[in-house]
């Protein structure tokens, strides 16, 4: 299980141009660290470097477990961390239910884990429902919802905030402390300041 996690003198190109060089952050159960940025900058690749979809230039990504053990990135990306990305991930030809189904099931979700997915993100009126006909804030919670149908300790979140409106921002805000409470980690994404306390890492080129 991860407990911490270190990035260190990380660098990252999209094509021939170079986004950053030398970002470190390091980060602790029950903390939470907000990247910051401007547009293009290299938030959103910092996420994927570790979630392991991107291969950075240099630099290194550390798992760390509660025994101060160096943990196997590839066990720790497979069975311990989850990146809810910018895009939802979606297929719009499914309905609801099968969708959250098929990422339950995807993750591992314990069945009282998911009823209680479905109840915090009030998912029950729309897994009849075609995913194509969701609004906007409806898909982003269908997405969110795996982040508590199967818990994991380190979230990875893009843009998190986005599409959701004020009821549904201090759900996810509820959310997202207890996470943290129970010793979890997130590091987020954001422009907009996220709801609960946090650090902040600017990533500039």
């Known amino acids: 299980m991860i407990a911490a ?9 999209r094509g021939v141009r170079r986004l950053f060089e030398g970002q470190s952050l390091r980060l602790a ?9 401007a547009n293009g900058v ?9 979630a392991g979809l991107l291969r950075p230039d240099a630099g290194t990504v550390t798992f760390t477990g509660a025994d101060g053990a160096t943990l196997d990135p590839d066990e720790a990306r497979a069975d311990h961390l989850h990146l809810a990305g910018h895009h939802d991930g ?3 030809q499914r309905r609801a239910e099968e969708e959250f189904a098929f990422w339950a099931d995807w993750f ?3 069945a009282e884990h998911r009823a209680a997915a479905i109840d915090a993100f009030d998912l ?19 997405a969110l919802a795996r982040l508590r149908a199967a818990p994991r300790p380190l979230w990875l979140l893009d843009e998190p905030l986005a599409p959701l409106d004020a009821h549904w921002r ?3 805000a509820a959310e997202m402390s207890a996470h943290l409470a129970r010793g979890g980690m997130i590091l987020a994404a954001a422009h907009d300041p996220l709801p609960i306390p946090c650090r902040v890492a600017e990533i500039a080129a």
């Open 90 to 92: 979606l297929k719009t």
């Open 29 to 37: 159960a029950g903390e939470a660290v907000m990247l910051s940025g």
């Open 108 to 110: 591992g979700g314990a």
């Open 42 to 50: 290299g938030k959103t690749s910092l996420l994927r470097a570790v």
């Open 5 to 13: 996690l270190a990035v260190d003198r990380l660098s990252i190109s």
């Open 124 to 142: 029950r009126p729309l897994l009849a429902l075609d995913v194509r006909v969701l609004s906007a804030g409806q898909r982003r919670r269908l």
């Open 170 to 172: 201090s759900v996810l």
